[in-house]
């Protein structure tokens, strides 16, 4: 066990089997929303109607694999860490781009998903083939950028977590006592535990607050198994189900998230190599995020195949790590297979999705604000001089500015909308940019000094 810092145990230790199912059943908690809620969204928007129950399981189904492909390793494949594997956000607009398309040529359901999944099966190797170039790429992974990206990522998502606390998107209660209370008594709930020095009440934290908040929505009449009752026990995975089709119009913005996504990840993984005190510079450092960013890509082909959509690394569970103290990845791997099952038996997941809104919340503000301050720490970790504050300032100027007047963009063409939409992706980008093209003030000293040599040299 290791004793630095606040972690119980580290990346290699070997927990007992209590805290260690506890953890992983507290990274599932977390990550379960994440992982189906794309999924619903596309399925509604594109109105994929009996095709969403399987689509889900599926989604958990390679989660699930993901995630032990990035924590066990298969040769080069694979950060090593606890990099929990979710259907990503990201690629929303531009696979229902995709949907829509295919609908505009009268295609129904499986010619859709067919479409979806032939654009996203080849952009993954876009994916795979810049992971083998991000080391030669200093300036995607140093810890000024990945520090901005991290702290944005964080920002970006206590907006999720605090509209789900006050009931959820378009709630008819939103922000009612009812909800806040409920929302904040799970969030006292694991501040208090998390204080405790014994490591199943610390380890557990989330679990027991989500669970003592689950059993008081179910007392005051919040949840409703009613939705349970067409819900198959069991399913299993069909590869290329839907087959695969391409166009090239939906390709290109597929492509292009992809290379962002790559950006992102490398984020993720410096977050979780820091929450697990880990290096967060180096030969293993680089290797770690080579190698997981692979994943990604990888785990993003075996989506395609597997009738689900691209896998990322979640941030938000960089958060249970934080709070539980565990990094160890044996924690990784228990959950990776509880997330397969729940995917093999859609009727478990079901009983997770009744979790009212408020009550995951509370839990995920925790989480998500533990992502943003771990961002803190790296920029803290600079010396703060006036070009590090300048490209700061820039970037989460105009990231945080695109989320707080998404508007900004509206007259832009569908595309620019599609790839600036994202907070995260401008404020990425924008760190990038400026980060390679403004000289360090070591470089303009230099330069100084060159110039006063030569003024010593003409006047001698």
Request: charged residues 10%; hydrophobic residues 50%.
């Amino acid at each position: 066990m290791q004793s630095n810092n606040d972690l119980l145990y580290g990346l290699n230790d070997k927990p007992p089997i209590g805290p260690t199912l506890l953890a992983a059943l507290q990274h599932v908690l977390a990550s379960f929303v994440g992982i189906i809620t794309p999924t619903l969204i596309i399925g509604g928007v594109l109105g994929l109607g009996s095709e969403i129950p399987y689509l889900i399981s599926m989604a958990l189904i390679v989660s699930g694999v993901g995630t032990f492909i990035q924590a066990k390793t298969i040769g080069p494949v694979g950060s090593g860490l606890v990099s929990l594997q979710g259907t990503s956000f990201a690629f929303l607009s531009s696979i229902l781009a995709a949907g829509f398309i295919a609908k505009g040529k009268g295609g129904g359901p499986e010619e859709i998903l067919s479409l979806i999944f032939g654009v996203c099966c080849l952009g993954a190797f876009i994916e795979i083939f810049l992971s083998r170039f991000l080391h030669k790429l200093k300036f995607f992974i140093n810890p000024l950028v990945t520090g901005i990206v991290i702290t944005t990522i964080g920002f970006n998502l206590i907006k999720v977590g605090m509209t789900d606390l006050a009931g959820g998107f378009n709630a008819p209660d939103f922000g009612s006592l009812t909800n806040l209370g409920l929302g904040l008594s799970v969030l006292v709930l694991i501040v208090v535990l998390n204080q405790f020095k014994n490591i199943y009440l610390r380890s557990g934290a989330i679990f027991f607050g989500l669970m003592t908040g689950f059993f008081v929505a179910m007392a005051m009449g919040k949840v409703d198994f009613s939705s349970m009752a067409g819900v198959n026990v069991f399913t299993l995975p069909v590869p290329f189900k839907y087959g695969m089709s391409f166009d090239l119009a939906a390709f290109i913005p597929v492509a292009l998230i992809y290379l962002i996504t790559a950006i992102e990840s490398a984020g993720d993984l410096t977050a979780t190599s820091m929450v697990s005190k880990e290096p967060i510079t180096g030969p293993l450092y680089t290797k770690r995020i080579k190698n997981g960013v692979l994943g990604d890509g990888v785990n993003s082909l075996i989506a395609a195949v597997m009738n689900t959509f691209p896998n990322t690394t979640f941030s938000q569970n960089n958060g249970v790590i934080q709070l539980t103290g565990m990094a160890s990845r044996y924690v990784a791997l228990w959950t990776a297979g509880m997330l397969i099952i729940l995917g093999l038996f859609p009727v478990i997941g079901a009983v997770f999705q009744q979790l009212p809104k408020p009550v995951l919340g509370g839990a995920t503000l925790v989480m998500f604000g533990t992502v943003a301050a771990a961002g803190i720490r790296i920029l803290a970790s600079l010396e703060l001089d006036r070009r590090t504050m300048l490209i700061m300032a820039v970037s989460f100027g105009l990231g945080l500015g695109v989320a707080m007047v998404p508007d900004v963009l509206k007259e832009m063409p569908k595309l620019v909308q599609n790839i600036f939409g994202s907070a995260i992706t401008t404020c990425g980008l924008t760190a990038i940019i400026l980060n390679s093209c403004l000289p360090s003030l070591s470089d303009i000293q230099i330069t100084k000094d060159n110039l006063e040599d030569e003024k010593i040299n003409k006047a001698a």
